[in-house]
Structures are given as structure tokens and as C-alpha cells.
């Protein structure tokens, strides 16, 4: 990770002028082969399905290769690539953690001069102004566009109706912690094999440090003050890390630490939990009978908020954004804007069913009658994209942007030290003090290598 964290920061590799091997400019019969790497969540594999059934025929002079990755590997092998100019990849699936600083460094392209070149039919068909704007500005650097959201979420609470029916509770629909916790305690049941909340425990700053991010920020927390100096083990952190700690350690899933979402997702869905805070995108996995036992019983509720709703809940989006030295700009301008058109998630829904629709990218699909009668959580899912709060994520005053991340390139590696940290005390290897004191020199170490640079 030092070396990744190491090319995320070093703009100067841009302007060097790295010859890359660049990728293969043909496959047989001449077509142009786009290489694309993706992270394997439900809804990229259902894209390299449909392309392979839609795209390629309707391009028959495009083929599209899929580099498919589990998230904690896809982040430091494409960012090695882009960073050094290799040349394996032509798309890249990023977040909007790391498009602006992507597109600072150089290493993807300014989409918005081929936005612009579009002909008339084709901007009608694609319909960028029915783009989430929130969503849409977090993938923009100097008022340019440099990706766009394959699916995008925010967090928010889902639970099991027919244990809460049964433990006789009730779920609000704007929820605290202290509330979370106390219909954890009741539904509780490891006896019969029933977790009162799932949350990811496993270490990594997509993992762990999502959902707890957002506990700190509400809990009135930060990760830095305005004059970048660590605030990890204040009260409301330890606070707020505490509580997530009891809340797995009491009433969570057997091994928390090592949880990450999927098999959070699969308990769930299985029924072995009442409770799963994490992303509204996952709520779409939670209503298809052919991937959950659940489905048609599920309860929704906005992100739990403690002392203030500011970054109570995230923003993020997985996106397609095109490397800057991709030798088939066209084509693969044409693919990312097919994968992320209306006529896509019509497909998709027609396709795997409308609950399964990649959410959170287009106000239209929020307004489709196949899409809401399928997705009883698309209101909760639009609303809580549309507050979230990157640009004022906590009670006190910042200097970063980010929900569940600091906007700064050597977050990548920082945010997967806490987590490690985080995880240790989770598994009750450390206590919350010594996890907190950690992270803070952890923290200390990176402000001080910066002092000369700056953020």
C-alpha cells in the first residue's frame, strides 16, 4: 500500500511522459478490443453479461474483455496501472473518492469535450440532464466531467419485518443510534442463529471504515481539524468507535472483524440477521426472490443519526471513468455511455428484474412505475443521496471533503491502517483506547511527511 499511496500523490509521473505497453489495438477479425476493470459487485457482473448479449452485437466491431476484482484488489492494481502508464486498461472503475484526484494527476480523460461533440440524436438519447446531480458533481474536477455512475448510494438501515413482527418491535423511519441498539438487544437471538444487526468488521477503508465513518461523523467526530491535525482520539471518536465496537461485539454476526459486506449481505438475506446498516444499493439484492429468502419483507429507514445528521449518511458511486492514454477513446466513450444510458437500466430491468436496476444514477428511474413498484426503498434511496453532505461532513469544521473518506490521495493508505486497527479491537485483540491511539500517530506521521507539500 506505501506503493500505491506513493503513486496516487505523484503528479509528476504524468508529466514524465511514461511510454506505455498500451493495449491490444485488435482481436480477431480485427475488432477493437476495450479492456475494462471492474469490481465485482452483483451489478458489474450483470454488465459484463449484458454486453456480451447487447453491446457487441449491436458493435460487432467492439469487443469488451472484463478484468473482474473483489474491491481491495481492484483499487491498488489499476491504480498502479494508470499512475505508471501500463497500458492494461482502457476503462477503470473508480469512485468518486478517486476521480477528482485521478483527474488532478492526469490519468483519466475530460469527458466533458466529447459530452459536447455528441450529435443531437445522441445527447437526446443519453439524456445527461437526467444525471443525480449530487452524484454528477462528485465525479467532476474544475467544473469538467472525468467519470460516470454506473450505480450510485447512499446508506441507510434494512431490517427483517417478520422478526420484528415477531419480537413485537417497531422501526422509525429516522431512527438513532441509541434506538439501533436497543432493537438490536431485543432481536438478538444467537441461539437460534439470529444476529440483531450485521455490519462490516473487516478491515480496509471501503470496508470497516464505511459504515464507521459515518457513526464518528455523527456522533460529532472528524478525522482532522481545519489546521490538519488529527482528532482520532477525541471523546466523540472514542465515543463513537466504542459503540460501534459493542453494537458487533454484543449483538452482531459471529466473527465481525473479518465481515465485509457481501457476507453481511448474505446473512441478511438468509434471515440470520434483524438489522443491516449499509448501502442502499444493496437493498435491490434484499428484494429479488431468486437472491434473497427475505424478499417482500424487508423494512427500510434512513442512516441512524446520534448528535447531528451532517455526514450521518454516504455518497458514493461506482463509475466508468476512460484512461488518459487509451488507444480507442471512441470506442470506449461508446461503451461508457451505453452502460450508463436509460436504455441500459430499462435493459436491466427487463432483464434481472427492476429491483436489480443499477440505482442512484438517473432521476428517471425514481420515476418509473416498473422500477417503484419493484423498490419499495427507492424514495429513502433518492432522498438520502440527494442530503448527503461530502462538502460539510461533520459538526465541526474541516478541511476535506468526503462522508466515509478524506478527500486526500494518501487517505488510500492511512484509512486502511485505522481499519486495521478498528478491525483488532472489533476482534477484542486491542482495546478501542489503544486502536484510537494508534490510528491517531498513524495520522501524526502522515501530517508531518506532508508538511512541506501540503495536501
Not at 454488465?47 to 447487447?54: A, G, R, S, Y
Not at 452502460?339 to 418509473?368: D, H
Request: hydrophobic share 40%; aromatic share 10%.
Amino acid at each position: 500500500m506505501k506503493k500505491v499511496l506513493a503513486l496516487m500523490g505523484a503528479t509528476s509521473l504524468v508529466g514524465m511522459g511514461l511510454a506505455g505497453c498500451g493495449t491490444s489495438t485488435s482481436g480477431s477479425g480485427g475488432k477493437v478490443v476495450l479492456t475494462v476493470a471492474t469490481v465485482n459487485n452483483s451489478q458489474m457482473v450483470q454488465m459484463e453479461q449484458l454486453t456480451k448479449k447487447v453491446f457487441e452485437k449491436k458493435y460487432p466491431n467492439i469487443q469488451v474483455k472484463f478484468d473482474t476484482l473483489p474491491e481491495n484488489q481492484l483499487r491498488p492494481k489499476i491504480t498502479e496501472d494508470v499512475a505508471t502508464n501500463s497500458g492494461q486498461f482502457d476503462l477503470v472503475t473508480i469512485g468518486n473518492y478517486e476521480t477528482p484526484i485521478w483527474a488532478k494527476n492526469g490519468w483519466i480523460t475530460n469527458l466533458t469535450p466529447k459530452f459536447n461533440a455528441m450529435s443531437a440524436n445522441a445527447k437526446a438519447s443519453y439524456k445527461y440532464s437526467d444525471l443525480i446531480k449530487p452524484v454528477m458533481q462528485s465525479l467532476q474536477y474544475n467544473h469538467s466531467t472525468y467519470a460516470v455512475p454506473f450505480y450510485a448510494e447512499s446508506s441507510m438501515i434494512m431490517y427483517n419485518k417478520a422478526i420484528f413482527k415477531k419480537d413485537h418491535l417497531v422501526m422509525p423511519l429516522h431512527p438513532t443510534w441509541a434506538q439501533i441498539q436497543t432493537l438490536a438487544r431485543k432481536a438478538n437471538n444467537p441461539s437460534q442463529g439470529i444476529a440483531g444487526i450485521v455490519l462490516r468488521g473487516q478491515s480496509g477503508w471501503g470496508m470497516n471504515l464505511a459504515p464507521l465513518d459515518t457513526v464518528i461523523n455523527t456522533f460529532g467526530g472528524r478525522w482532522f481539524n481545519r489546521h490538519w491535525q488529527p482528532r482520532l482520539t477525541s471523546p466523540a471518536v472514542n465515543q463513537a468507535v466504542s459503540f460501534y465496537t459493542n453494537l458487533l461485539q454484543k449483538y452482531g454476526e459471529p466473527s465481525p472483524a473479518t465481515t465485509g459486506w457481501q457476507t453481511a449481505l448474505s446473512l441478511m438475506s438468509h434471515g440470520k440477521a434483524a438489522m443491516y446498516y449499509d448501502a442502499t444499493s444493496e437493498a435491490g439484492v434484499l428484494e429479488t426472490p431468486s437472491q434473497s429468502s427475505i424478499a417482500g419483507n424487508v423494512g427500510f429507514a434512513y442512516a441512524p443519526v446520534a448528535k447531528t445528521s451532517h455526514g450521518s449518511h454516504w455518497l458514493w458511486s461506482w463509475a466508468l471513468a476512460m484512461v488518459k492514454n487509451s488507444p480507442h477513446p471512441n470506442a470506449a466513450f461508446k461503451f461508457m455511455t451505453w452502460a450508463t444510458s436509460p436504455q441500459y437500466l430499462t435493459l436491466a430491468g427487463k432483464t434481472f428484474g427492476w429491483a436489480n436496476v443499477p440505482p442512484g444514477t438517473r432521476y428517471s428511474i425514481y420515476s418509473n412505475p416498473h422500477y417503484q413498484k419493484a423498490a419499495p426503498f427507492a424514495h429513502i434511496t433518492l432522498k438520502s443521496i440527494d442530503t448527503a453532505t461530502p462538502d460539510s461532513p461533520t459538526l465541526k469544521p474541516v478541511p476535506y471533503t468526503g462522508v466515509q473518506f478524506v478527500e486526500i490521495p494518501q487517505f488510500s493508505t492511512l484509512g486502511d491502517q485505522v481499519s486495521q486497527d478498528v478491525s483488532s479491537a472489533i476482534a477484542g485483540r486491542i482495546s478501542v483506547k489503544s486502536a484510537l491511539q494508534q490510528a491517531q500517530q498513524q495520522a501524526k506521521t502522515l501530517v508531518n511527511a506532508q508538511n512541506t507539500k501540503g495536501f
